[in-house]
């Protein structure tokens, strides 16, 4: 079963401002740990922000945080001053004890000069 | 850098024969895994390894066998190549096998089977 979704197939948005990408998830565990990683188009995969479930605070890491809101099983990625190397896909991830990583489909991000 | 190496990086092969893909670490990690990436399904885990000898299936598991003689050294292995296992195939390590998993990928081997 789909266990994370990221609704946004494509989004823009202009140099310099914020974008949140969103991320919702399905599960029925309380301990789970939220991944974000970014694909350019080089290919590579690079780790940017985690969050924990039992983590109090929202996750933050230079330019970018995570909104994370446990009741509504979302954890948005939130990126600040958007700069042209931003452009690249997004995945959403999730791990909960006892399995393995799951990946959400990915969102494809433009930032416009 | 992670220092992961993952080799060949692109390969074209024909169908029905064997194709093994190496990914190396030079982080003395203790998980290895195996993903692949296909369009509109984002990574999906393949085969992961938690120790030398030590390795599980992951949720695609059919068609694909691995090895891990060494720490460094993970192997994929398509036994008999078929068209359906075209893909971007990417090696992870993670020092941790906790909920803070954070796994860090080597670079791609794009495969292509004709």
């Known amino acids: 079963a789909q266990k994370i979704t990221q609704t946004q197939p494509g989004m823009f948005v202009q140099e310099k401002e914020a974008v949140t990408l969103d991320c919702t998830y399905d599960t029925s565990d309380p301990s789970y740990g939220l991944f974000w990683y970014k694909q350019p188009s080089s290919g590579e995969m690079i780790f940017l922000i985690y969050?924990?479930?039992?983590?109090?605070q929202n996750a933050t890491e230079g330019r970018y945080s995570l909104n994370f809101q446990k009741a509504r099983k979302s954890a948005n990625l939130v990126i600040s001053a958007s700069q042209l190397g931003d452009s690249a896909m997004y995945f959403c991830a999730m791990r909960e004890a006892d399995n393995d990583m799951r990946f959400g489909a990915g969102t494809r991000l433009t930032v416009k000069p | 850098d992670a220092g992961i190496t993952q080799s060949p990086r692109h390969k074209v092969t024909e169908t029905g024969t064997p194709v093994t893909l190496r990914c190396h670490q030079t982080e003395n990690h203790r998980y290895m895994y195996w993903y692949r990436q296909d369009p509109g399904h984002g990574l999906r885990l393949i085969h992961y390894?938690?120790?030398?000898?030590?390795?599980d299936k992951g949720e695609v598991s059919d068609g694909y066998s691995v090895s891990r003689s060494k720490t460094e050294d993970f192997l994929l292995t398509l036994e008999s190549a078929t068209s359906s296992q075209t893909s971007v195939y990417f090696c992870?390590?993670?020092?941790?096998?906790?909920?803070?998993?954070?796994?860090?990928f080597g670079a791609g081997t794009r495969l292509s089977v004709l």
């Open positions: 992870a390590i993670s020092e941790r096998g906790d909920l803070k998993n954070i796994q860090y």
């Open positions: 969050q924990g479930s039992y983590d109090q």
């Open positions: 390894s938690y120790g030398v000898k030590d390795t």
